[in-house]
């Protein structure tokens, strides 16, 4: 199985903060590979697919990158609004997995 | 504009059956995989199984073989989780997804298993 490190697990930021979050995967997986933000009592919302591209409607101060093990989503300058949970997902092979989360807070 | 909507959650008995569905709209449904991903209360996302486009292939977590199973109408444009011998640990709120990259999600439906 594909095991998916997520780091940091949360982090507290201000707004107009640049803010990085990683995912590893245990082998590699190409660039199949998805990023999710979470609002309390809310879906899942895909942010960024195939690694880097950027779901349409996604403001552009979100960016992913990386390919293989290693993957980075970016947020550019925080806004009150991107206070949330942020997951990955690898998709390259069963059994599908998340990354542990991250909780962005307000500083 | 796609549109996912499960049904079928509630409150169940250990060791009981749930049969969740989900109505998708707005996509050639037939074309695509489609997923369940679940959350237990206050926790992460959890893939739950996986079925291939004509039904042909599909997958599941290690902790639901054999107790779950995933299937689809696409004549109907839904998929089914069918789950059997729940557990305490299945309480969750189970989410529909479309394709294996899950790119879109719906409301979800929370099931509860308790005595």
């Known amino acids: 199985d594909i095991q998916m490190t997520q780091s940091p697990s949360s982090l507290s930021a201000s707004v107009g903060d640049r803010v990085t979050i990683t995912c590893r995967a245990s082998?590699?997986?190409?660039?199949?590979l998805g990023w999710y933000q979470q609002k309390p009592g809310e879906a899942p919302k895909r942010l960024i697919y195939t690694a880097s591209s950027l779901q349409s409607g996604v403001p552009s101060r979100f960016s992913g990158s990386g390919s293989g093990t290693e993957f980075t989503l970016a947020i550019s300058s925080l806004q009150p609004e991107d206070f949330a949970t942020y997951y990955c997902l690898q998709h390259n092979s069963f059994p599908l997995t998340f990354g542990g989360g991250t909780k962005v807070e307000i500083k | 504009e796609v549109q996912l909507v499960e049904s079928g959650g509630g409150l169940v008995q250990p060791g009981g059956s749930l049969r969740l569905s989900c109505a998708a709209s707005g996509f050639t449904f037939s074309s695509y995989w489609m997923s369940w991903v679940r959350q237990a209360p206050g926790k992460g996302l959890e893939w739950v199984a996986s079925?291939?486009?004509?039904?042909?292939?599909?997958d599941c977590v290690d902790s639901v073989k054999g107790r779950f199973t995933i299937s689809r109408d696409n004549a109907k444009s839904s998929v089914y989780l069918q789950m059997n011998s729940v557990r305490a640990e299945d309480t969750a709120v189970y989410y529909c997804?479309?394709?294996?990259?899950?790119?879109?999600w719906g409301q979800g439906t929370l099931v509860t298993v308790s005595s």
């Open positions: 079925i291939k486009e004509d039904g042909r292939e599909k």
């Open positions: 082998q590699g997986i190409r660039d199949d």
């Open positions: 997804a479309w394709g294996k990259s899950a790119a879109s």
